[in-house]
């Protein structure tokens, strides 16, 4: 059974700011080793870093004043879904266009992002160029993530969360629609791919992680790929946060960005408060469900999305997950009708470079773009 949505607004109780600022108050930032020129970041995030951030937080950050825009500038509801045994509390954004030729389009944001990442996207529901597909945005939050409650019970992964998405955009009136998906948001919407591909007619994702090519049937393109480093460095030097949440949750974050991107600090505080608030550790167990058996990433990468679901990929030179095109075309799906390789940008181009990003998802969601390629004799659709 599910309940009908409900509007949402922010309206953290003082007794809990109270709590927040009394630890930003009383932190303590332990001091770190002197590193040579360049080596400032080989430990993890210097003191000289953090302590301006901490002496911010302190002074000037005002989180009334993030949540006053939060509020204004996003539509936010919660729905009861069922799934699994549980009743999940959904938040989630949904702005509606007012085009009749809208599409659906559903945002799925990955660990430590949040449903603010999706922004600029909401444009799109009114574009200037009134020939441009227009669409309906819907952005969920994760299960456990910030304002979502957390599932009670272990065992709630990657297929369940997929279904939940799935059920809320059912229960919102759209049964075929298209997607976004980054970090853990790719991996739950390829699962929704995977589950109901009658009903995810097109997904972009810009966070490329899937098995080698099988020996025997691609052996050229293993080959190619024994040369490539970015994935084996990544697991080997910058993998310790997902080692420890996978078998011990605990909220460590890791940003992977170019280098001249630099996180405003306003940015940074905010998604904090986003977790701290919902007063959960549910977002970290993510990690650990990843990793089982019985639904977790391993039961996902075996399987290759299906040609009823058109695919657009953009890889950023920054992000932690690589993967070649002839590699994805391999073991990752049947119909991958666009790839970029982008010139910058990481594991958050919706705040690194927005303006590209969305244009990628717009240009790669468009029925536009399918019937171009159906007339160049691509899978119909």
């Not at 309940?3 to 953290?12: G, I, M, Q």
């Not at 449903?115 to 441009?132: R, S």
């Not at 399918?370 to 659709?381: D, Q, S, V, Y």
Request: proline residues 7%; charged residues 25%.
């Amino acid at each position: 059974m599910s309940s009908s949505p409900k509007p949402f607004k922010l309206n953290v109780s003082s007794e809990l700011l109270d709590w927040v600022t009394d630890r930003v108050n009383t932190a303590r930032v332990i001091p770190d080793l002197t590193h040579p020129v360049g080596k400032e970041w080989d430990d993890g995030v210097p003191t000289s870093v953090i302590e301006p951030l901490v002496a911010y937080w302190r002074t000037t950050y005002d989180w009334k004043k993030m949540e006053k825009r939060i509020n204004e500038t996003f539509k936010m509801f919660t729905v009861d879904l069922e799934e699994a045994g549980e009743t999940i509390s959904l938040h989630f954004v949904h702005h509606r266009s007012e085009r009749k030729d809208a599409l659906p389009l559903i945002f799925a944001h990955g660990w430590p992002g949040n449903f603010t990442e999706v922004e600029h996207i909401l444009k799109l529901t009114a574009p200037e160029d009134p020939k441009a597909q227009a669409f309906h945005v819907v952005a969920p939050s994760i299960p456990g993530f910030t304002l979502s409650s957390s599932p009670t019970k272990p065992g709630f992964g990657i297929s369940k969360m997929a279904s939940v998405y799935y059920k809320l955009m059912n229960v919102l009136g759209y049964e075929r629609f298209v997607g976004q998906g980054g970090d853990w948001g790719s991996f739950i919407l390829r699962s929704l791919a995977l589950q109901y591909p009658s009903c995810l007619i097109g997904l972009h994702i810009n966070f490329i992680v899937t098995l080698p090519p099988k020996p025997l049937r691609n052996p050229i393109t293993l080959f190619w790929l024994a040369t490539r480093q970015k994935n084996a460095i990544f697991l080997k030097e910058e993998n310790g946060y997902s080692k420890i949440q996978g078998t011990k949750p605990q909220t460590i974050s890791y940003m992977a960005t170019d280098e001249d991107f630099v996180w405003d600090a306003d940015v940074i505080i905010t998604w904090t408060m986003l977790y701290l608030i919902s007063c959960s550790a549910g977002n970290a167990r993510i990690y650990k469900e990843g990793n089982s058996e019985s639904d977790g990433t391993s039961m996902l990468l075996g399987s290759k999305i299906s040609k009823e679901v058109a695919i657009g990929v953009s890889s950023f030179p920054k992000d932690v997950g690589y993967a070649t095109k002839w590699w994805a075309e391999a073991t990752l799906a049947e119909n991958i009708i666009t790839w970029k390789e982008h010139p910058k940008g990481g594991h958050f181009p919706s705040l690194e470079c927005p303006d590209e990003w969305v244009q990628r998802i717009r240009e790669t969601t468009s029925p536009a773009k399918w019937e171009e390629l159906l007339k160049a004799g691509r899978p119909k659709l």
